[in-house]
């Protein structure tokens, strides 16, 4: 038991980067990985920012949660969607059942945190999905004006990350993140028995500087100007958790984790484009230019299945009694998810090599598959290459992101640290550890029995140990 744990929630951080590339480089880092416990930290299906932190939160997976992804299609309509926020989140989070046993948190920024949720024994923050500081976005809401202040006048959610101009880019993600940490210092210093930040730029660095810094990335150029601002970045916030930690006091353990991991971002296949050509998805009109497929006239008519963009490929079947135009048979659907994956199986890049693809359905996967699931899920080569749900390419394989300017994709391996003062735990090494296990380990960190509050999975032994006085 721990009388006080903190959590910082690095989003995107990869053991390749942080413990294999930059360690030496980083004092802070590395005092925790020679004196702490460190490992990789396996992150849920899909590998998204939403849902990885409400799994590792809740202990619960996305099929339990609800949750696939950021954006969801709404029942069986064709074109109409919504983004996933807190209300869609209706499992406890580690705060939630803190706040029921009367322990105090301080929560910032851990999406989906917005719309700010009412949650009486914890000050929070909402996230980077904030629209604007405009809208409410602290509980209790008179905390607002404190947090503005704490940051210098003004509080950043997120930065504008797919576009060319990489100045205004580094600019406001180094600007943004030095006052995520001022806010956190403040915080820091109010009674609190758990903490809690989650910092976004680590994502936004990934997404827009990767190419400039990893000469593994097709588009890698040497002697580029940004070549070093990986470096320059992970100093900043090492800067910043060495000013931190020793805030929360020797009474406190400390966990460094990320949700998902990242690497270099091969290309986009248009999966539209190719159900196009494999006879699934029919178009009144071929596009003649890229354009996405909403804005397209789909002929639902001769359309057995289509698919969404993204970081993984969900696919929809056009069922009929279940879409409003649907032609596939129910007593047919399962052949047709099984020919389709086959098919998916067998597609090779623009080099003529077979791709690793992976195909599975939610129910399978999950084992529970709640609210607005796909029908399939698809990772295309090991997660290198995109989903790109537009249409009217010249190829199947596009070589830049079908959005907006992106040079990395998301891994299956995030980090995990532990950090306990006056604990020497030889940077003992954690393997096999998984995002839904932080929650229960927190809660038991904090004397509360996980299967007490419903979490029955295992916890992350290493840490309980390392823990203990």
């Known amino acids: 038991m721990s009388k006080k744990v903190a959590v910082l929630g690095l989003d995107s951080v990869p053991p390749e980067m942080l413990f294999h ?81 009367g322990r105090k948190s301080i929560v910032i920024g851990v999406p989906p945190g917005f719309p700010v949720k009412h949650v009486t024994n914890a000050s929070t923050i909402s996230c980077f999905l904030t629209p604007s500081s405009d809208r409410p976005f602290t509980n209790p809401g008179e905390l607002k004006d404190e947090v503005v202040k704490a940051a210098g006048g003004k509080y950043i959610f997120d930065v504008t990350f797919r576009t060319e101009n990489r100045a205004d880019v580094k600019k406001e993600l180094f600007e943004m993140t030095e006052k995520r940490f001022d806010v956190a210092e403040h915080f820091a210093k109010k009674p609190w028995d758990y903490f809690m930040m989650h910092e976004i730029g680590f994502d936004r660095l ?45 009474e406190c353990t400390t966990f460094i984790v990320s949700d998902h991991g990242s690497k270099a971002m091969k290309g986009g296949f248009c999966v539209n484009q190719w159900l196009e050509q494999e006879g699934y998805l029919a178009f009144k009109k ?39 135009q649907g032609i596939v048979d129910p007593s047919e659907l399962e052949n047709e998810k099984r020919r389709l994956a086959e098919k998916i199986s067998k597609i090779k890049d623009h080099t003529g090599r077979t791709m690793k693809n992976w195909t599975t359905e939610p129910l399978k996967l999950y084992g529970t598959a709640i609210g607005d699931k796909p029908d399939l899920m698809v990772y295309f080569d090991d997660l290198d290459w995109r989903s790109a749900g537009t249409v009217g390419h010249d190829s199947l394989y596009l070589f830049e992101n079908d959005t907006g300017p992106d040079d990395s994709v998301h891994s299956m391996d995030g980090i995990f640290m532990m950090h306990k003062p006056g604990r020497d735990l030889k940077g003992r090494e954690v393997s096999g550890a998984r995002v839904e296990e932080m929650a229960p380990t927190l809660l038991k960190l904090l004397g509360i029995d996980p299967k007490g509050v419903g979490l029955n999975g295992k916890m992350i032994e290493a840490a309980l140990e390392g823990a203990a006085p």
Not at 80 to 90: A, E, F, M
Not at 212 to 232: A, R, T, V
Not at 302 to 313: D, H, I, N, V
Request: glycine share 10%; aromatic share 16%; with cysteine.
């Open 21 to 101: 590339k930059l360690i030496d480089k980083l004092p802070n880092f590395g005092k925790i990985y020679r004196e702490g416990i460190h490992g990789s930290l396996r992150t849920c299906d899909p590998p998204i920012t939403v849902p990885a932190w409400m799994v590792m939160m809740t202990g619960k997976n996305p099929g339990e949660l609800g949750i696939y992804g950021f954006k969801h299609r709404r029942g069986y309509s064709y074109s109409d969607g919504y983004i996933v926020t807190s209300t869609n989140v209706h499992e406890k989070t580690v705060w939630e059942v803190l706040s029921d046993r």
């Open 206 to 250: 990934h997404h827009a500087f990767w190419k400039f810094f990893d000469p593994k990335h097709p588009k890698y150029q040497k002697g580029n100007e940004y070549e070093g601002i990986d470096l320059e970045y992970y100093s900043m916030v090492d800067r910043r958790i060495g000013r931190l930690i020793p805030m929360f006091g020797e």
């Open 286 to 324: 071929r596009p003649d230019k890229p354009i996405e497929l909403d804005k397209v006239e789909i002929d639902w008519s001769r359309t057995k299945a289509w698919g969404w963009g993204g970081y993984y490929a969900r696919i929809f079947f056009n069922v009929k009694g279940r879409e409003p």
